[in-house]
Nanobody, 121 residues
């Protein structure tokens, strides 16, 4: 199985920055897709940013120009640098990875436990 461990959340004032990290471990053959999602109270989980192993990156419109996703494929780690944070960025942030456990296995999606990001006004 694959375990995803997130870190880096916390409380920050509006305009501040935070950097989230997510490290994948376990019986991993390959990880193609890693990304970040978030869920605010009373709202559905939404995509924040995603990155494929080949370097294709996608951002939600609400974070473009403020957030940057990056990966260290050798360490199976994905990062989310969040700048110019706004109160509406307050949410639990979840790491997601689509990984294969062997060459012939079907890719499966895995989730981290989530890390709270709170932006005060």
């Amino acid at each position: 199985q694959v375990q995803l461990v997130e870190s880096g959340g916390g409380l920050v004032q509006a305009g501040g920055s935070l950097r989230l990290s997510c490290a994948a471990s376990g019986s991993i053959f390959s990880i193609n897709y890693m990304g970040w999602y978030r869920q605010a109270p009373g709202k559905q989980r939404e995509l924040v940013a995603t990155s494929t192993r080949g370097g294709n990156i996608n951002y939600a419109d609400s974070v473009k120009g403020r957030f940057t996703i990056s990966r260290d494929n050798a360490k199976n780690t994905v990062y989310l640098q969040m700048n110019s944070l706004k109160p509406e960025d307050t949410a639990v942030y979840y790491c997601n990875a689509v990984a294969k456990l062997s060459m012939i296995s079907v890719p499966n999606a895995y989730w981290g436990q989530g890390t709270q990001v709170t932006v005060s006004s």
